[in-house]
Nanobody
Framework: HVQLVESGGGLVQPGGSLRLACAVS????????MAWFRQPPGNRREGIAS????????YYANSVKGRFTISQDNAKRTVYLQMNNLQNRDTAMYFC????????????????????WGQGTQVTVS
């Protein structure tokens, strides 16, 4: 049984930093990508960062490029999202996902039977 559990969210002032963690349990051998999505209130869920399990190749949305960094620690079975210079517009629920997307940024590509999602962690910048 695969489970993804996010942690590290909270309230931070503009310009501040947070590090989110996604702890993985269960067998993810069939998964090729780990990703972070976020969903601001009243808005769609958007892919902001992803990483290939095989070669650590990262993807970043333009909205976070240069401020956020995705990384993975295979020994700890954890994926991180380091978020620096946070702004009000970064306020959202942040979700961890695992799957085999054709487009690593696409929410619909993680709505498949072989994809997994965490419950989310709230980030508020104010």
């Amino acid at each position: 049984h695969v489970q993804l559990v996010e942690s590290g969210g909270g309230l931070v002032q503009p310009g501040g930093s947070l590090r989110l963690a996604c702890a993985v349990s269960g067998n993810l051998d069939s998964v090729s990508y780990m990703a972070w999505f976020r969903q601001p209130p009243g808005n769609r869920r958007e892919g902001i960062a992803s990483i290939s399990k095989e070669d650590d190749d990262p993807y970043y949305a333009n909205s976070v490029k240069g401020r956020f960094t995705i990384s993975q620690d295979n020994a700890k079975r954890t994926v991180y999202l380091q978020m620096n210079n946070l702004q009000n517009r970064d306020t959202a629920m942040y979700f961890c996902a695992a799957g085999n997307p054709e487009r690593e940024w696409s929410y619909s590509d993680y709505e498949t039977p072989d994809s997994y999602w965490g419950q989310g962690t709230q980030v508020t910048v104010s």
